[in-house]
């Protein structure tokens, strides 16, 4: 495994599974084995478009293939827990978008699946990967803004076309607490950990899912005001602010490409660009995880995963979202 290509497989050929194949031609150590998709004529053109031998009208005929070293699950998310179980007991490493699972209880059976199989697997949190978010808890480590007091983050766009899509579709685990309010969660959880207390609120669509979601997140001596929705614009940053300085990082916050560092009345710019569309940083990880035997990346480990989606858990709740 040292000196050869890291083998992957992509199962649901839909936006993101375009995306991060496009950035998997960026990595010489990375080969794109196999594709799966339900639909065999979406599988023969995708891996034609990235230069992949084969392509697969079921996802089970590619977890069964023994040249498949790493699936990548980028199917909605109401299938991220059965698909990854699946992938991690015919042997494959596993890198499933997020959100993990829609429960707390299928993220905990998603990781013990990987523990008992002693394979890699990790929620593909590509933010924690990009070198904005990389560099900016290395000052805040270094106490360069001093204690951290207060976090203001949204993700929101304004969503033309509500029915029919997957974003709103109950029974994909829709809504945008799921979908894209685990960004502002992340970035909070993984400067400020746990919060004591969560106060949630959502404006909700027909099919019963979360439209929009403000959120309070109370820590001891720290608090987190964020928001997640698809029905208005936004200009999608992200404000760490401390006891010395703040850090603004730059618009769109998730993939951003720099930030600025606001200190004693001045402002210092980072430019930090992504590679490729920013998805290689995440599979970089999943390559050095692999070639070490580590069955999880430290960056963002097992646990991670778990506490973010008990947070999430906590404000379904609070919301009264049911899948
Ligand atoms: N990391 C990011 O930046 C990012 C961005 C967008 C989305 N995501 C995540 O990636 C996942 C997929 O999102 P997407 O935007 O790529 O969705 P999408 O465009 O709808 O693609 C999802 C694919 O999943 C497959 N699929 C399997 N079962 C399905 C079902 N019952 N209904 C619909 N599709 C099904 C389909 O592929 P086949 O027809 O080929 O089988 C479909 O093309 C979600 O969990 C989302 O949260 C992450």
């Known amino acids: 495994m040292e000196n050869q290509k890291i083998k992957w497989g992509i199962v649901g050929l839909g936006n993101i599974a375009n995306q991060f194949a496009t950035d998997l031609l960026l990595l010489q150590d990375a080969e794109l084995a196999a594709v799966a ?73 998603m990781i013990e699946t990987s523990r008992k199989n002693n394979k890699f697997f990790m929620e593909a949190f590509w933010t924690r990967f990009i070198p904005s978010v990389q560099d900016t808890l290395g000052k805040i480590q270094a106490g360069e803004i001093g204690d951290i007091k207060y976090i203001n983050a949204d993700f929101a766009f304004y969503v033309n076309e509500l029915e029919g899509n997957r974003m709103t579709d109950k029974n994909r685990g829709g809504g945008a607490l799921f979908d894209i309010g685990v960004y502002p969660l992340f970035l909070t959880y993984i400067i400020l950990g746990i919060p004591q207390e969560i106060i949630a609120k959502s404006t909700y669509h027909t099919s019963g899912v979360d439209l929009q979601t403000s959120m309070i997140l109370q820590y001891e001596s ?97 919301i009264g979202l049911e899948f």
Not at 64 to 76: E, K, L, N
Not at 90 to 97: D, R, T, W
Not at 277 to 291: D, L, M, P, S, T
């Open 37 to 109: 998709s339900r639909d065999i004529n979406k599988a023969n053109e995708f891996a034609q478009k990235y230069n992949c031998i084969k392509a697969y009208d079921s996802y089970d005929a590619l977890f069964a293939d023994d040249q498949v070293d790493i699936v990548y699950i980028a199917t909605p998310h109401d299938s991220h827990a059965e698909l990854s179980i699946k992938a991690l007991e015919k042997g494959k490493h596993v890198l499933c978008e997020k959100p993990i699972a829609l429960s707390y209880k299928d993220a905990i059976r």
């Open 222 to 318: 720290a608090q987190a005001v964020l928001h997640a929705g698809f029905v208005s614009e936004s200009d999608m940053k992200a404000t760490i602010s401390g006891t010395k300085g703040r850090i603004e990082l730059n618009s769109p916050w998730f993939m951003a490409d720099g930030y600025s560092l606001f200190k004693n009345n001045q402002e210092a710019v980072f430019k930090l660009p992504n590679l490729g569309k920013g998805y290689a940083h995440e599979a970089v990880e999943c390559h050095n995880c692999i070639r070490n035997n580590t069955i999880e990346s430290k960056q963002w480990s097992h646990q991670n995963s778990l506490d973010l989606s008990k947070i999430v858990d906590e404000i379904k709740n609070q």
